[in-house]
């Protein structure tokens, strides 16, 4: 189980949510999901607050905040994503290093 500790993570607020979902597939590392016709963060620790979601979200509804979260976690992200196919793969490696998440980028590569 991963430690809870203040961290960076996307914030969505629900009531400028209008479910549209096209924040969905900018996350490739699947901390969001459509739920009752709103986008909703269903895993602190697919979430690595570097906020890919956030300029495809028309409404401005997604803002970056700190708070109490698990810890991300890079090696559940990877199976995740590994499953979901090799367009996927590239698109989380070049947002990491969009981002300058070298961390990351070294322990998904690994």
Request: glycine share 8%; aromatic share 4%; net charge negative.
């Amino acid at each position: 189980m991963n430690s809870i500790s203040p961290k960076k993570i996307n914030k969505i607020d629900e009531e400028k949510c209008d479910g549209c979902g096209l924040c969905i597939p900018s996350c490739p590392e699947g901390a969001l999901q459509l739920i009752d016709g709103k986008a909703r963060l269903v895993r602190d620790f697919y979430c690595d607050g570097l906020g890919a979601c956030i300029a495809h979200c028309p409404q401005d509804a997604i803002t970056v905040i700190e708070r109490e979260a698990e810890a991300y976690d890079e090696r559940k992200v990877m199976e995740n994503i590994l499953e979901q196919g090799d367009d996927v793969l590239k698109q989380h490696l070049h947002h990491l290093r969009e981002h300058g998440a070298d961390d990351y980028l070294q322990e998904a590569l690994l």
